[in-house]
C-alpha cells in the first residue's frame, strides 16, 4: 500500500482529502504546516505528498525546496493543490520542485486522474 | 410518469440514435429532461413527456440528445492512448509513409475531450514537422455537445480529469475563474461535424484509425450488429478500430482482433489468415 502525506492547515479538508486517498487505496498521514510536514518526511519519506499552497509559517516553494533536499526527498511525487488557478503560480510550483498541480475543490475522479497522471496509482 | 409516456420516449430514443432505455435507467429522466422541459415551457419533465408525442421535430431532437450525453474526460482509459501513442502511430507512420497521410474518426466524442486528447498526442509527436497531413474527424449525434468542443472551452473541474498539469499549461490559456480555452492549433487540426452513427457513412470514405467509444453498449443487438459492421467496413483493411473496455465487438464480428495489451484495440485480420487458422 503507498502512502500519502496530506499537508493543509484546515482539518477539515485534510479529513476529505483522507477520505478520498484511503478510498483510492493509500495509507495516510496528516500534518498541518509545513515543518511538521518535514519532520513527517524525516522519519518516514511518504511515497506522495499532497501540499496545500497556503500554509502557515512556511510559503510551499521553501517546502518544496527543503524536502527535495532530504536523503531520498526526490521520490515522493508531490501534487500541489490550491484554490490560485493561474498559470504563473503554476509554472512556480512546478519550478520548485512540484510534479502536478490540483485546483480546489477537487473530487475522487479529479484526484485519482492526476495521480494516474504522475504515475503515482 | 405513465407506463404509456415512457414507452413513447423509450422507443423514440431507440429509433433516433439506436440507444435502449432500461427502466433501471429511468432516474436519468428527470435530471437530463429538467432542462428541456424549462426549455419548451413546460413545468414538469411528466408534462413534458406527456405532450412529446404530439411535440415537434424540435423537441423530439431535443429531448433525444439530452438523453444520450455520456460523460467524457480528458484520456479517458489512459492504457488506449498509451497504445495509440506508442503502437498505432508508429505502425500507421510506417504503412502510410508513401501516401503521407492518416486519416482518424472520433466517431462519439461528446464535448470534444477524447478529440482533444488525440489532438495533444498527434502535435506532440510533431507528424506536421516531418510533413504528414492528419486529418482528426470528431462527429457526436448531439449538435450542442459539438457545439461546445468546437468552442473549446472547459470548466477547472474538467481540465483536471484526466489532464495533467504540464498538458494543461503547454495546450490552454485560462480565459476566466472558471474557465481554459484549448489553443487554437489544437481547435483547427479538428474537422468536428454532427452525426448521428444510424446515418450513412458515405461522406465519410475510409478511415485509418476509428475511435468509437461506450456507445454501442446502448444499443440493442441488432442495432449494434449493423452499426459495428458499419464502422469495420470504414476502417481500412490495415487501419485499427478502438472501443469502450468493456464492449467486445470481436464477440459480434469474427473478423476482428485484439490488438494490443490495451483492452478495446483491434485490428480487421485478412481473410486468408482465418482459413489458414480453420
Given at each position: 500500500m503507498k502512502s500519502c502525506l496530506i499537508v493543509d492547515d484546515s482539518r477539515v479538508i485534510r479529513k476529505v482529502a483522507a477520505r478520498i486517498l484511503e478510498e483510492l487505496q493509500f495509507h495516510t498521514e496528516e500534518a498541518e504546516d509545513g515543518a511538521s510536514a518535514l519532520s513527517v518526511c524525516r522519519h518516514s519519506m511518504p511515497d506522495v505528498i499532497l501540499l496545500?499552497?497556503?500554509?502557515?509559517?512556511?510559503p510551499c516553494q521553501e517546502f518544496l525546496r527543503s524536502v527535495r533536499k532530504e536523503k531520498d526527498g526526490k521520490r515522493p511525487k508531490i501534487v500541489l493543490c490550491t484554490t490560485e488557478n493561474d498559470a504563473n503560480h503554476i509554472a512556480d510550483v512546478l519550478g520548485a520542485g512540484a510534479d502536478e498541480y490540483i485546483m480546489k475543490p477537487f473530487d475522487k475522479a479529479s484526484l485519482s486522474a492526476k495521480l494516474a497522471e504522475i504515475g503515482a496509482r | 410518469m405513465s407506463a404509456n409516456d415512457f414507452a413513447f420516449l423509450s422507443d423514440l430514443l431507440k429509433r433516433r440514435s439506436g440507444m435502449m432505455l432500461p427502466t433501471a435507467k429511468s432516474h436519468l429522466i428527470e435530471s437530463r429532461l429538467a432542462p428541456v422541459a424549462r426549455r419548451f415551457g413546460f413545468k414538469t419533465v411528466d408534462a413534458l413527456l406527456h405532450e412529446l408525442p404530439r411535440g415537434s421535430e424540435g423537441m423530439a431532437r431535443a429531448v433525444t440528445e439530452a438523453m444520450t450525453i455520456n460523460d467524457t474526460w480528458f484520456f479517458r482509459d489512459r492504457a488506449m492512448f498509451d497504445a495509440f501513442r506508442d503502437t498505432i502511430l508508429p505502425a500507421m507512420r510506417i504503412r502510410r509513409m508513401t501516401q503521407g497521410r492518416i486519416r482518424i474518426w472520433?466517431?462519439?466524442?461528446?464535448?470534444?475531450q477524447e478529440a482533444y486528447s488525440l489532438a495533444m498526442i498527434l502535435q506532440e509527436a510533431e507528424l506536421a514537422a516531418h510533413e504528414w497531413e492528419i486529418e482528426l474527424i470528431a462527429t457526436d449525434l448531439n449538435t450542442d455537445s459539438i457545439a461546445r468542443a468546437r468552442e473549446g472551452l472547459y470548466t477547472n473541474y474538467e481540465v483536471q480529469r484526466g489532464l495533467g498539469i504540464r498538458r494543461l499549461v503547454s495546450h490552454f490559456t485560462q480565459t476566466g475563474e472558471n474557465e481554459w480555452r484549448v489553443s487554437d492549433s489544437l481547435r483547427r487540426s479538428i474537422m468536428f461535424r454532427s452525426f448521428n452513427l444510424l446515418d450513412s457513412f458515405d461522406w465519410l470514405g475510409e478511415v485509418d484509425v476509428v475511435f468509437c467509444r461506450n456507445v454501442l453498449l446502448y444499443f440493442d443487438d441488432a442495432t449494434k450488429r449493423r452499426v459495428l459492421k458499419k464502422l469495420v467496413a470504414a476502417t481500412v483493411r490495415d487501419g485499427f478500430l478502438l472501443m469502450g473496455t468493456?464492449?467486445?465487438p470481436h464477440e459480434i464480428v469474427?473478423?476482428?482482433?485484439?490488438?494490443?495489451?490495451?483492452?478495446g484495440v483491434y485490428t480487421r485480420t485478412h481473410p486468408q489468415q482465418k482459413r489458414v487458422r480453420a
Amino acid at each position: 500500500m503507498k502512502s500519502c502525506l496530506i499537508v493543509d492547515d484546515s482539518r477539515v479538508i485534510r479529513k476529505v482529502a483522507a477520505r478520498i486517498l484511503e478510498e483510492l487505496q493509500f495509507h495516510t498521514e496528516e500534518a498541518e504546516d509545513g515543518a511538521s510536514a518535514l519532520s513527517v518526511c524525516r522519519h518516514s519519506m511518504p511515497d506522495v505528498i499532497l501540499l496545500d499552497w497556503s500554509m502557515p509559517n512556511m510559503p510551499c516553494q521553501e517546502f518544496l525546496r527543503s524536502v527535495r533536499k532530504e536523503k531520498d526527498g526526490k521520490r515522493p511525487k508531490i501534487v500541489l493543490c490550491t484554490t490560485e488557478n493561474d498559470a504563473n503560480h503554476i509554472a512556480d510550483v512546478l519550478g520548485a520542485g512540484a510534479d502536478e498541480y490540483i485546483m480546489k475543490p477537487f473530487d475522487k475522479a479529479s484526484l485519482s486522474a492526476k495521480l494516474a497522471e504522475i504515475g503515482a496509482r | 410518469m405513465s407506463a404509456n409516456d415512457f414507452a413513447f420516449l423509450s422507443d423514440l430514443l431507440k429509433r433516433r440514435s439506436g440507444m435502449m432505455l432500461p427502466t433501471a435507467k429511468s432516474h436519468l429522466i428527470e435530471s437530463r429532461l429538467a432542462p428541456v422541459a424549462r426549455r419548451f415551457g413546460f413545468k414538469t419533465v411528466d408534462a413534458l413527456l406527456h405532450e412529446l408525442p404530439r411535440g415537434s421535430e424540435g423537441m423530439a431532437r431535443a429531448v433525444t440528445e439530452a438523453m444520450t450525453i455520456n460523460d467524457t474526460w480528458f484520456f479517458r482509459d489512459r492504457a488506449m492512448f498509451d497504445a495509440f501513442r506508442d503502437t498505432i502511430l508508429p505502425a500507421m507512420r510506417i504503412r502510410r509513409m508513401t501516401q503521407g497521410r492518416i486519416r482518424i474518426w472520433c466517431a462519439a466524442s461528446a464535448t470534444g475531450q477524447e478529440a482533444y486528447s488525440l489532438a495533444m498526442i498527434l502535435q506532440e509527436a510533431e507528424l506536421a514537422a516531418h510533413e504528414w497531413e492528419i486529418e482528426l474527424i470528431a462527429t457526436d449525434l448531439n449538435t450542442d455537445s459539438i457545439a461546445r468542443a468546437r468552442e473549446g472551452l472547459y470548466t477547472n473541474y474538467e481540465v483536471q480529469r484526466g489532464l495533467g498539469i504540464r498538458r494543461l499549461v503547454s495546450h490552454f490559456t485560462q480565459t476566466g475563474e472558471n474557465e481554459w480555452r484549448v489553443s487554437d492549433s489544437l481547435r483547427r487540426s479538428i474537422m468536428f461535424r454532427s452525426f448521428n452513427l444510424l446515418d450513412s457513412f458515405d461522406w465519410l470514405g475510409e478511415v485509418d484509425v476509428v475511435f468509437c467509444r461506450n456507445v454501442l453498449l446502448y444499443f440493442d443487438d441488432a442495432t449494434k450488429r449493423r452499426v459495428l459492421k458499419k464502422l469495420v467496413a470504414a476502417t481500412v483493411r490495415d487501419g485499427f478500430l478502438l472501443m469502450g473496455t468493456a464492449e467486445n465487438p470481436h464477440e459480434i464480428v469474427p473478423e476482428l482482433e485484439a490488438a494490443t495489451d490495451a483492452r478495446g484495440v483491434y485490428t480487421r485480420t485478412h481473410p486468408q489468415q482465418k482459413r489458414v487458422r480453420a
